[in-house]
């Protein structure tokens, strides 16, 4: 079964830390995995995307990275700001056929001053 | 301004009621999409088109219908047959046949039954 987790589901950080968000997936065949940020009430927006043969692509503050052996993928967010605070989809792709995407859950992250 | 746009921003359904959730892009992108978003899920895929006068069922189309008549428009309607229509809905639109399409997403419509 084609399925997206991430971890944590929400997270509490202090205004200028850092913080790691996880998605692991099972989905084949794979054709790139996406991380979207989702303001409450709002549409998701595309962060990165990467394919198979990528294992880092950055975004201003946000880092993604991509291990395709373990099928885990991580979004680094660093100095974190007020307007940081959101849900982070991790978006997988199959591949072949129409634009297919496999949805996780999303992480709900606040940023406190 | 490109993008897209859905309205209303809220929606409020008596029983036995069908409504429409309208969804427009001038993004001259040839596939749009609805999804379904619930609290704790990820979206979920409720119809699609990938051209004009033509749609396929997602994997939660029952109680829902669609129409593409316009490139631009892509209305959803939310049938009585949809039991458990409260959810957050979004639209989505995309151009076709690129490796990396991305999706754009509208702002959405939140359904909540009366």
């Known amino acids: 079964k084609n399925q997206v987790e991430q971890s944590p589901q929400s997270l509490i950080i202090l205004e200028g830390k850092n913080c790691t968000l996880q998605c692991n997936y099972t989905v084949s065949p794979f054709s790139n995995l996406r991380w979207y940020k989702q303001d409450t009430g709002r549409g998701p927006v595309s962060l990165t995307i990467m394919t198979f043969s990528e294992n880092t692509k950055s975004n201003g503050r946000y880092t993604a990275t991509l291990d395709a052996d373990t099928k885990q993928s991580s979004l680094h967010i660093t100095a974190s700001q007020l307007s940081d605070s959101a849900s982070y989809i991790c978006v997988v792709k199959i591949s072949g056929g129409y634009n297919k995407l496999i949805f996780g859950a999303g992480t709900r992250l606040a940023v406190h001053p | 301004d490109g993008g897209i746009t859905q309205s209303p921003k809220y929606l409020f359904r008596k029983e036995g009621q069908n409504v429409t959730l309208s969804c427009e892009q001038n993004l001259n992108h040839d596939a749009m999409y609805w999804y379904r978003q619930d609290p704790g899920q990820g979206l979920r895929l409720i119809y699609y088109?990938?051209?004009?006068?033509?749609?396929q069922k997602g994997d939660i189309a029952e109680g829902y219908s669609v129409s593409r008549e316009k490139k631009e428009s892509f209305p959803l309607t939310v049938t009585s047959a949809q039991k458990n229509p409260t959810a957050f809905y979004l639209c989505?639109?995309?151009?076709?046949?690129?490796?990396?399409?991305?999706?754009?997403f509208g702002p959405g419509t939140r359904l909540l039954v009366l």
């Open positions: 989505a639109s995309s151009t076709q046949g690129h490796l990396q399409e991305t999706q754009y």
């Open positions: 088109s990938q051209i004009v006068n033509d749609f």
